[in-house]
Nanobody, 130 residues
Framework: QVQLVESGGGSVQSGGTLRLACAAS????????MAWFRQAPGKEREGVAA???????RYTDSVKGRFTISRDNAENALYLHMNSLVPDDTAIYYC????????????????????????WGQGTQVTVSS
């Protein structure tokens, strides 16, 4: 049974730092394609950062230079290190996984698209105040 469990959310002031964690079971983090998404109230779910099974990473423009996605194969976990947080980062953050690549499509083209992932966590709230 596939299960993704996020943790590490919370409330911080603008400029603060948080580290989100995603514990994976039923998936091997080192061989799956994994990603972080977020959804703010009234907005669509947005791809934040993705890590391919072969190590490549991709970030949405608004978090480049501030967020870092990483993976701990021994812990079978995915992380999102978030620095210099701003109020626009406020959202529920979700971990997602996909066991195999999308056939015929380069990873970079689908890495941040939510409908390409087939396993999701329950989400963790991140709130950034000004």
């Amino acid at each position: 049974q596939v299960q993704l469990v996020e943790s590490g959310g919370g409330s911080v002031q603008s400029g603060g730092t948080l580290r989100l964690a995603c514990a994976a079971s039923g998936y091997t983090a080192s061989t799956a394609h994994m990603a972080w998404f977020r959804q703010a109230p009234g907005k669509e779910r947005e791809g934040v950062a993705a890590k391919a099974s072969f190590g490549f990473t991709r970030y949405t423009d608004s978090v480049k230079g501030r967020f870092t996605i990483s993976r701990d194969n021994a812990e079978n976990a995915l992380y999102l290190h978030m620095n210099s947080l701003v109020p626009d980062d406020t959202a529920i953050y979700y971990c997602a996984a996909r066991a195999r690549a999308v056939p015929g499509v380069q990873w970079s083209q689908w890495a941040l698209l939510p409908d390409r992932y087939d396993a999701w966590g329950q989400g963790t709230q991140v709130t950034v105040s000004s």
